[in-house]
């Protein structure tokens, strides 16, 4: 739906009153103007036709629309108020060009503290699917968005392949934190494709300072390194991540349900070093925790996918090392809840973007305000969902989210959506 802004009313001029409703009931007005003061971003004119705060939920409208151009985008957040009669006679849609330099003005850095300040959990203690026990289930993936080919995207973020086949399009690199019972992102990150220091592991380091003492991380076997692995812990949460067999977990101590304890060392220690820290973690005596650290392993298969020949060995480590606070087979459930950070990722890039679609943007700064304002979009219609889902005692994962999306796409456009 639309609603009016703060600060707008029956005599205010038309960019005070456009606002996306469901957007700005997720992103208030107040949180876009501190961070636009924050960095410096007001608006030079004060009669102009595109303040800050209406550029950003322009570009929150360019990825629910991303059908649509600028000149369309903004004339459905404009055209209810003009059904209404809170038309300015005075105001008229701006051009392709203004908006793209209104745009560039904003830039990325107030989308970016935006998301980072309204992002947060929206699960209920009573949402289905979205806890273990005390701790709520959290996760980390990637994912990859083509761009526009042009010169500057293409040093700002690289390619994928070799030098001698690349890809068609840069890419850029979105790391995101999923609350896996909602799949609303919680965190990101973006970074090249390629290069030094370009990987998700790398990237993994911004999220970890999303995280909280009552969350449980789940992440695939792409991500676990020993670095990473002591600063996530570092923030108290618990972690829940599936590794390889290239990592060797030597026995420790067997466990009554199945599961056993065991060392992860740091990459930098000789086969010796590692010997003696195996031996006192076996006699029971602490080992110094920059050196190595106590696991606890689970080990299972999915005994209905595939032949026995097929099905593959799912290894997974975790800091919760009593077994009692959360036994095997509910911890190796647990971990399955992280496929929903695949969904949501489905749901970002195929749902609301479009399949094999690239961005619009054709700058690197651009590219980051505009992945942001799919972020942004894309929590706010998880995060309804997930509310919506919570009050009808069903698992958000049941709603889905094309058509929710769909809805939402239609009621923007509705005058009789528009909030008293």
Request: charged fraction near 25%.
């Amino acid at each position: 739906m639309l609603i009016v802004s703060q600060g707008g009313g029956a005599g205010g001029r038309l960019p005070e009153w456009i606002s996306i409703g469901l957007l700005a009931g997720s992103v208030p007005r107040d949180v876009i103007d501190d961070a636009v003061r924050a960095f410096g971003r007001q608006a030079r004119r004060s009669d102009g036709k595109l303040p800050p705060h209406v550029v950003v939920y322009l570009v929150m409208a360019l990825a629910l629309f991303a059908d649509d151009d600028y000149e369309e985008a903004i004339t459905r957040l404009s055209e209810p108020l003009e059904r209404w009669g809170c038309w300015d006679r005075a105001w008229e849609v701006p051009t392709t060009s203004a908006i793209t330099q209104a745009r560039k003005r904003l830039g990325s850095e107030p989308l970016a503290e935006i998301f980072d300040r309204i992002t947060e959990p929206v699960a209920e203690q009573l949402t289905r699917g979205a806890w273990l026990g005390p701790r709520r289930l959290v996760s980390i993936d990637g994912m990859e968005w083509d761009l526009p080919d042009t010169e500057s995207n293409a040093e700002a973020f690289g390619r994928s392949g070799t030098a001698a086949n690349p890809s068609a399009f840069p890419k850029a690199r979105v790391l995101t934190l999923v609350e896996t019972g909602s799949r609303a992102p919680i965190g990101a990150a973006i970074g090249p494709i390629a290069g030094k220091r370009a990987g998700e592991q790398t990237l993994a380091f911004h999220l970890f300072e999303r995280l909280e003492e009552d969350m449980l991380l789940l992440a695939d076997r792409g991500f676990f390194g020993f670095e990473q692995w002591c600063a996530a812990a570092g923030t108290g949460a618990d972690l829940l991540w599936r590794v390889g067999d290239t990592l060797t977990l030597p026995l420790v101590a067997d466990l009554p349900d199945g599961s056993y304890l065991s060392l992860v060392y740091s990459p930098r220690l000789n086969t010796a070093a590692r010997g003696r820290l195996l031996e006192d973690a076996r006699a029971g005596r602490e080992v110094d925790p920059a050196a190595a650290r106590v696991v606890r392993v689970v080990e299972y298969e999915v005994p209905d996918r595939g032949t026995d020949a097929e099905r593959e060995l799912i290894c997974l480590i975790t800091t919760i090392t009593d077994h009692t606070n959360a036994p095997a087979p509910l911890l190796a459930h647990a971990y399955h809840q992280r496929w929903e950070h695949e969904q949501s990722n489905d749901d970002l890039k195929t749902a609301l973007r479009g399949p094999g679609r690239i961005l619009r943007s054709k700058s690197p700064d651009l590219v980051r305000q505009e992945l942001y304002g799919y972020l942004l979009t894309h929590y706010a219609i998880s995060a309804l969902i997930c509310r919506a889902a919570t009050e009808a005692d069903i698992d958000p994962d049941r709603v889905k989210f094309t058509r929710t999306l769909r809805i939402v796409r239609r009621r923007v456009a509705d005058p009789a959506a528009i909030s008293p």
